[in-house]
């Protein structure tokens, strides 16, 4: 009879880098991206190599290059795992709106600047990450990564929009989704890539949520809930 193969092994995916199916394999994989992070944040782009990764972390070379053949895949993984963390926030968010009893009395202008807050801080600025690695990691995609990812982005994005219940916010068309989910990300990914000052500021967090609250404000109603002029604090 034919044995099957014992379920802790590694596999390897298609790309070549080894999954890791095992709780020793994660915690190794979690050490090397700390590292990395380190590195990154210390010697910045030049200064990340396989080598120093591998050395910093206490693993030999070979460890390193079982579950990414490079530098390259190194860091599109860790940049993988922070857009998971990211989005992970985003869904808590919505999760905890959904539970509360008192979302109709709240602020939408501030529901939406809090939505807005959680991605720039994990997008742009590198919350619990390196920004250097959010930098690094969007220089390093081809134009259909960049696409998948904006995609794959938007579309959790358009699920926290959509599902706000909220007198002072409307279901937004198709259009105007696309157009606001796109607006968010690229703005975001141009503002990292070009390392403008404006990423720590209030002003630019500000500026992106007056672009949600205009596409997504139930117009009609502003006036009256008197939410419209009321500044995100």
Not at 12 to 40: C, D, H, Y
Not at 128 to 145: A, F, V
Not at 192 to 210: H, I, V, Y
Request: proline share 5%; no cysteine.
């Amino acid at each position: 009879m034919p044995t099957s193969r014992p379920a802790n092994k590694l596999q390897a995916s298609p790309e070549g880098r080894r999954q890791p199916t095992q709780v020793r394999a994660q915690q190794t994989i979690q050490t090397l991206f700390k590292a990395a992070a380190q590195i990154l944040d210390k010697e910045g782009e030049t200064g990340l190599t396989t080598n120093k990764v591998a050395a910093a972390a206490g693993f030999s070379i070979g460890t390193l290059y079982q579950y990414f053949p490079s530098k390259e895949m190194l860091v599109r993984a860790m940049a993988a795992r922070g857009q998971d963390l990211v989005l992970k926030e985003l869904e808590g968010y919505l999760r905890e709106l959904e539970t509360r009893n008192d979302v109709q009395q709240m602020d939408g202008r501030e529901l939406l600047g809090k939505a807005i807050q959680i991605l720039l801080q994990g997008f742009a600025k590198g919350k619990g990450l390196s920004q250097t690695l959010i930098r690094l990691g969007w220089t390093l995609e081809k134009p259909d990564e960049t696409a998948n990812a904006v995609r794959q982005v938007a579309d959790r994005l358009a699920v926290f929009f959509e599902r706000i219940d909220h007198p002072a916010l409307q279901t937004p068309s198709t259009a105007q989704m696309f157009v606001l989910t796109r607006s968010v990300i690229g703005t975001l990914r141009s503002a990292s890539l070009e390392k403008s000052p404006l990423l720590g500021s209030p002003a630019f967090e500000e500026a992106l949520t007056q672009m949600a609250w205009a596409l997504l404000a139930r117009q009609a109603q502003t006036a009256g809930l008197g939410l419209g002029a009321r500044p995100i604090r």
